[in-house]
């Protein structure tokens, strides 16, 4: 598609509920990265793709979460037993390249707010 | 951990006024530089890229010091529909090859009728 599609655009999750958020990239992008947006704006990087194969997960929570991307699916993020301090809006970019000039501009998806209660 | 800082504001201004917001970072590898825009919790969406000394847009000027690992984003005539969070974001890793982006916190810019 012509842009980055996130679902859902909200979830709301009991604590101790799994989480999973949906991210389709541009197409034609190569690369799928994903940050969670928490209160006063601090983004954190979580992990990123090369097509299906992971590119960087060095932001990745050791425990609770996952991600995948796998051919002619979206991609997704799956948090285990939720907490509290997960309620963020999650934001899944693509890009055609990771490194160089212009090519690796990342377009943003509309987010997934999680709330855990 | 490459750290990227920014003056949080508020910056609230009259329509018509000129306003910078300035940016450093720590990286000295990194080759690209961008500034997006937030409004109210929405995605970020890319104002301008920075890959040399500086870059024009219409009413956006966004300028490189490298050697002061400085970045700055000029907004002449301001509109109100500036009114938004502007992210200075810098790829980490050399030349940016890690991908990732390193965001700063954001500047706030309230523009005033």
């Known amino acids: 598609g012509e842009e980055v599609a996130q679902t859902p655009k909200h979830l709301v999750r009991g604590e101790g509920q799994k989480a999973k958020l949906y991210c389709a990239p541009i197409?034609?992008?190569?690369?799928v990265f994903w940050y969670q947006q928490v209160l006063k704006n601090e983004f954190k990087f979580l992990i990123s793709f090369q097509n299906e194969n992971v590119f960087d997960e060095t932001g990745m929570p050791k425990e609770r979460f996952s991600a995948k991307c796998l051919p002619n699916s979206p991609c997704s993020l799956e948090i285990q037993a939720t907490k509290l301090e997960d309620s963020a809006v999650y934001f899944c970019?693509?890009?055609?390249?990771?490194?160089?000039?212009?090519?690796?501009?990342?377009?943003f998806g509309a987010g997934t707010r999680l709330s855990v209660l | 951990r490459k750290e990227v800082e920014q003056d949080p504001g508020p910056f609230n201004v009259p329509e018509g006024a000129t306003v910078a917001f300035n940016c450093t970072y720590s990286n000295s590898a990194s080759q690209s530089f961008f500034w997006y825009r937030q409004d109210c919790r929405k995605e970020p969406k890319l104002l301008m890229s920075v890959y040399s000394s500086g870059n024009e847009d219409g009413r956006f000027t966004a300028q490189l010091n490298r050697a002061s690992q400085y970045i700055s984003l000029l907004i002449r005539d301001s509109k109100l529909s500036d009114s938004a969070t502007y992210l200075c974001v810098v790829p980490e890793g050399y030349g940016g090859s890690q991908g990732n982006l390193i965001f700063g916190k954001g500047t706030k810019l309230s523009v005033k009728p």
């Open positions: 197409k034609g992008h190569s690369y």
């Open positions: 970019a693509s890009s055609q390249l990771a490194g160089g000039a212009t090519k690796n501009i990342q377009y």
